[in-house]
C-alpha cells in the first residue's frame, strides 16, 4: 500500500539526476537516493509537528509510503544536508544547531532495520544521534574463562545501571536452551558473519570450537546511543 507518487515529481528525478546526485536540496527538504528507493527527510506537512519527517517512495511502484521510525527524531532545523553513507545509513547534519545537535543517522536497510522490517512487515527507519569525537571509549575486561569478568561486569552493572552497559556479541553456533536472539547473543550464519568482518563491521572476533564469536560496531553503538559507557568482556 502507499501513497501514488506526483507525476511531476517522478518526471523529475530523470537519469542525469539519479546518477550525479545523491542528495537534493528542496526547501527545508533533502531528498536522498539509494538504489530503488529516494528518501525524503525534513519539514512535516503539519505545521504543528515538532519534529522531522521521512518519507520513502518506491520508485518501481511509484508508490509514497511514510514509514515506522524508530528513536527519538531530531527537532526541525531552518536548513540540513543529508549524504549517503554505504548503502545502509544517511548522515544528517543540521544547519545553525548546537555542536551536540547538528549531527544525526538515519538508519535505512542496517541489519537492525533489515530485522525491523520482517517483524513488522512495514518500511522501517531508525534515528540515532551522532556520537561527539572525545566520547568515553569501551572499556574492556579480558582474561581467561573461568577469572570472574562475568562477575566483575555484572556487579559493575548493577552497582552503576546508568553510567555502564554491555554490549551483545555475535556468534554462529546454534541457540542453547532458553538463549534468546539479541539477548545472551545475537545468532548469526557464518557466511554472513565473515562477509561483516570482511567489511570492517567487527571490533574484534575470534574462532572457539569451530564457531565464530565477536563483538560488533552496532552493537557497541546501540550502547553508546544510550549514553552509556559499553563494556566488553574478551576471552584470551
Not at 76 to 91: N, T, V
Not at 193 to 200: Q, S
Request: charged share 25%; aromatic share 6%; net charge negative.
Amino acid at each position: 500500500m502507499g501513497e501514488e507518487a506526483n507525476a511531476s515529481f517522478l518526471g523529475g528525478l530523470d537519469e542525469s539526476f539519479l546518477v550525479q546526485l545523491d542528495s537534493e536540496t528542496h526547501g527545508h527538504q533533502t531528498v536522498t537516493i539509494s538504489g530503488e528507493k529516494i528518501y525524503v527527510i525534513g519539514e512535516c506537512e503539519d505545521a504543528d509537528s515538532s519534529s522531522t519527517c521521512v518519507r520513502i517512495l518506491n520508485k518501481p511502484m511509484g508508490k509514497w509510503v511514510t514509514p515506522i521510525v524508530l528513536g527519538t527524531r531530531p527537532v526541525p532545523c531552518k536548513g540540513h544536508s543529508a549524504m549517503l553513507l554505504g548503502e545502509d545509513r544517511i548522515l544528517v547534519v543540521k544547519q545553525n544547531s548546537s555542536v551536540d545537535d547538528c549531527a544525526w543517522f538515519l538508519e535505512v536497510d542496517t541489519p537492525f532495520i533489515k530485522e525491523q522490517k520482517k517483524l513488522l512487515d512495514t518500511e522501517v527507519v531508525a534515528w540515532s544521534k551522532g556520537v561527539e569525537g572525545d566520547s568515553l571509549m569501551p572499556i574492556v575486561i579480558s582474561g581467561p574463562s573461568g577469572v570472574g569478568k562475568g562477575t566483575l561486569i555484572a556487579r559493575l552493572m548493577k552497582e552503576f545501571p546508568s553510567t555502564f552497559g554491555f554490549s551483545v556479541s555475535h556468534t554462529t553456533r546454534s541457540p542453547r536452551e532458553n538463549e534468546k536472539d539479541g539477548v545472551h547473543y545475537h545468532f548469526t550464519q557464518r557466511s554472513i558473519m565473515e562477509k561483516d568482518i570482511n567489511d570492517g563491521k567487527f571490533l574484534e572476533y575470534a574462532s572457539v570450537h569451530g564457531n565464530l564469536y565477536g563483538t560488533s560496531v552496532e552493537a557497541v553503538e546501540a550502547v553508546t546511543d544510550k549514553g552509556k559507557r559499553c563494556i566488553l568482556d574478551i576471552d584470551v
